[in-house]
């Protein structure tokens, strides 16, 4: 099953909001990534979670906070976003990225955030 | 950083013609993808083939490593062929993978009936 899930599907915050966004993935990989992507354009990865540590920070604002709270699970909550923020984030899980050949990434269905 | 270039940037096909989507990279990489992005937004992989060729159908993908590129060939297009087709790829750093993906901008695809 190369399945990733992600809730919820659409997400309309305003700016004062706290909201989180929740991924999921049953292949028993131990990597772990939140990509950012903006209408038109390609994904850009934000963060990567490694054996459920962070491992790469993209130099994303504070205001997005990753959290990691077991092998199968990856959150992201979001607080004071910016309407620019609107997007649709991605997560993505692969087998293990330190030292394996074998790295292939599997992407969910993502969540359509819109900031008001 | 290392720089991935997609071409042709836009493409449009009559149904059951034959094409071919090319992808550049400027450094060694670990690890190559292609996906597909259908109109819902989900990326759909197509092939991991960081070197040589691999066959799934009507899609087929070669990498030449040595040269910094990729070609995905689509055959016989139908209309649901139509969406986004990514490169992805992950610079070599040593003999360990990162994780970091960096895609091309990407080809739109629009097959015609």
């Known amino acids: 099953d190369t399945e990733v899930t992600q809730t919820p599907k659409h997400l309309v915050m305003g700016m004062t909001n706290k909201k989180s966004l929740k991924c999921e993935q049953h292949?028993?990989?131990?990597?772990m990534y939140w990509y950012k992507q903006k209408a038109k354009k390609p994904p850009e990865l934000m963060f990567v979670y490694s054996y459920e540590k962070l491992s790469i920070n993209e130099s994303v604002p504070s205001r997005f906070s990753p959290e990691c709270p077991n092998s199968s699970l990856l959150n992201l909550h979001l607080h004071a976003l910016q309407p620019e923020d609107s997007a649709l984030y991605l997560c993505?899980?692969?087998?293990?990225?330190?030292?394996?050949?074998?790295?292939?990434?599997?992407f969910g269905p993502g969540t359509r955030l819109t900031v008001l | 950083g290392i720089q991935v270039e997609q071409s042709p940037p836009d493409l449009i096909l009559q149904e059951g013609a034959n094409s071919t989507l090319r992808c550049n990279f400027s450094d060694s990489v670990n690890n190559l993808q292609w996906f597909h992005q259908n109109p819902w937004g989900q990326l759909i992989n197509l092939f991991y083939?960081?070197?040589g060729t691999k066959q799934n159908g009507r899609l087929s993908a070669t990498t030449v490593a040595t040269e910094r590129y990729s070609l995905l060939y689509i055959s016989s297009s139908q209309t649901t062929d139509s969406g986004v087709y990514f490169c992805?790829?992950?610079?070599?750093?040593?003999?360990?993978?990162?994780?970091?993906?960096?895609f091309g901008q990407g080809t739109t695809l629009q097959v015609k009936p």
């Open positions: 992805a790829v992950e610079h070599s750093a040593g003999s360990s993978n990162t994780g970091k993906l960096i």
């Open positions: 993505a899980s692969s087998q293990d990225p330190g030292g394996l050949a074998y790295n292939e990434q599997f």
């Open positions: 083939i960081p070197s």
């Open positions: 292949m028993g990989h131990r990597a």
